[in-house]
C-alpha cells in the first residue's frame, strides 16, 4: 500500500509569521493517515522542522545544488537541507526548469545528489499547453521521466509529481480522464523500467491548481496518491480540507 502525500510548495512566499499556519497544520491532522509535507522557503526551514516537530508533518527544500559543497553562491546542497531539518526535496519543478534553463539531465543529476545524501526528491514532469495542444503530452512525460528520474531511486526515496505547467497557478485542471491517462502511464514506465516492485510503490502526485473544490475529485483518480500544491498550501484553512479529502480518498 502506498501512502498517500500531500505535498505543499510554498515557492518565495513566507516568512516568520507564516510558521503559524503550520501550527495549525499540526493541530488540525494528529491523527492524519496520509503523510503531511510543507517545502517552504529555504530560510524558513530549519524554524518550520522545529515548528513541527512531534507531528506528522515532514519539511522539504524546494531545490538543491548538485554538487554537495563548493564555490556556488547563493546555492544550497542536499547536506544543508538535511541538516536544517529537511526529509523531501523537490527537483525540476516547472518554474526551475523555465527561469533557471534547468534540464532533465541537470534534474537527473541534482536528484542522485539529494538520494546520495539522504533526501527524498520529489521529481516533477509536465507539459507545456502547446505541447498538449500539439497532442505530445505522453512523449514529452515519458523524455522528462526517462531523463530526469537516476537509477539508484527505489519506492522510498522517489516521489514522481505531474503538473501540466498551463495548470500551475492559472486555476485550469486537466480532466479527471487526462489525469488518469498520465498516471496510468507514468507508473507503466517505472514499471518497465525499475519492475513492479519499485514502480508499483512509487508515489505519483498530481500538481496544478488543486483546491478544497476539486481536491476530492482529483483523488479518486487511477494511481493518484497525492497532490503537490502550491497556492493552496500558504493557508491552513485551505491546506486542511485538502489533506482531510486524502485521508478518506
Ligand atoms: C505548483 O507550483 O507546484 C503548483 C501546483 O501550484 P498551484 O497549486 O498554485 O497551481
Not at 526551475?96 to 541534482?110: I, L
Not at 515519458?142 to 509529481?161: C, F, K, R
Request: aromatic content about 4%; glycine content about 12%.
Amino acid at each position: 500500500m502506498r501512502q498517500k502525500l500531500a505535498a505543499g510548495n510554498w515557492k518565495m512566499n513566507g516568512t516568520g509569521p507564516a510558521l503559524v499556519e503550520l501550527q495549525e497544520l499540526a493541530a488540525a491532522h494528529r491523527a492524519t493517515r496520509s503523510e503531511i509535507l510543507i517545502c517552504p522557503p529555504t530560510p524558513l526551514i530549519h524554524r518550520a522542522a522545529e515548528t513541527v516537530s512531534g507531528s506528522p508533518i515532514a519539511i522539504g527544500g524546494q531545490d538543491c545544488h548538485v554538487e554537495t559543497s563548493g564555490a556556488h553562491t547563493g546555492d544550497i546542497s542536499a547536506g544543508m537541507l538535511l541538516d536544517a531539518g529537511a526529509s523531501y526535496v523537490i527537483l525540476g519543478h516547472s518554474e526551475r526548469r523555465e527561469d533557471h534553463g534547468e534540464s532533465s539531465e541537470t534534474v537527473r543529476a541534482k536528484a542522485r545528489t539529494a538520494i546520495a545524501a539522504g533526501l527524498k526528491v520529489i521529481i516533477c514532469v509536465g507539459e507545456s499547453l502547446a505541447q498538449r495542444e500539439a497532442m505530445n503530452t505522453l512523449d514529452i512525460i515519458a523524455g522528462q521521466l526517462s531523463g530526469s528520474v537516476p537509477d539508484v531511486v527505489t519506492g522510498e526515496n522517489l516521489v514522481i509529481a505531474y503538473e501540466p505547467i498551463w495548470a500551475i497557478g492559472t486555476g485550469l485542471v486537466p480532466s479527471t480522464e487526462q489525469i488518469g491517462e498520465v498516471h496510468d502511464f507514468i507508473r507503466a514506465r517505472l514499471d518497465r523500467r525499475f519492475g513492479e516492485g519499485v514502480g508499483g510503490s512509487v508515489r505519483l502526485l498530481y500538481g496544478g491548481s488543486v483546491k478544497p473544490g476539486n481536491a476530492a475529485e482529483i483523488f479518486a483518480v487511477s494511481n493518484v496518491d497525492g497532490a503537490l500544491v502550491g497556492g493552496a498550501s500558504l493557508k491552513a484553512t485551505d491546506f486542511s480540507p485538502i489533506i482531510a479529502a486524502l485521508d478518506t480518498a
